[in-house]
């Protein structure tokens, strides 16, 4: 069965840094492209970022754009976001996503996607 286990959301000030955790089970997640994304109450789920199979391609929303990084260590089967420069309108629960490395079609799409991790709360605020 293929999983996700999310870590590394909680509480952080404005200006701080947190970086989430995404380890896959059940697949081999280097045949698979990745990506981060997040809702915030009363909001449409939106993609932060997005990563390929082999990793060297990365790709970035406007909004987190110089102060996220996303990355993945296939031989450990997990993928990271480091947030750094943390805003209050980073708050949201963030969800990482697996879909085939020969999906086409924007990587912001969240529909795109068959498989998701659990979720994990991310909130800015001094």
């Known amino acids: 069965q293929l999983q996700f286990v999310e870590s590394g959301g909680g509480l952080v000030q404005p200006g701080g840094s947190l970086r989430l955790s995404c380890a896959a089970s059940?697949?081999?997640?280097?045949?698979?492209?990745v990506g981060w994304f997040r809702q915030a109450p009363g909001k449409e789920r939106e993609g932060v970022s997005c990563?390929?199979?082999?990793?060297?391609?990365?790709s970035y929303a406007d909004s987190v754009k110089g102060r996220f990084t996303i990355s993945r260590d296939n031989a450990k089967n997990t993928m990271y976001l480091q947030m750094n420069s943390l805003k209050p309108e980073d708050t949201a629960v963030y969800y990482c996503?697996?879909?085939?490395?020969?999906?086409?079609?924007?990587?912001?799409?969240?529909?795109?996607?068959?498989?998701w991790g659990q979720g994990t709360q991310v909130t800015v605020s001094s």
């Open positions: 990563i390929n199979n082999s990793g060297r391609s990365t």
């Open positions: 059940g697949f081999t997640l280097d045949n698979y492209a």
């Open positions: 996503a697996a879909r085939s490395r020969y999906t086409s079609g924007s990587c912001y799409n969240p529909r795109s996607y068959p498989y």
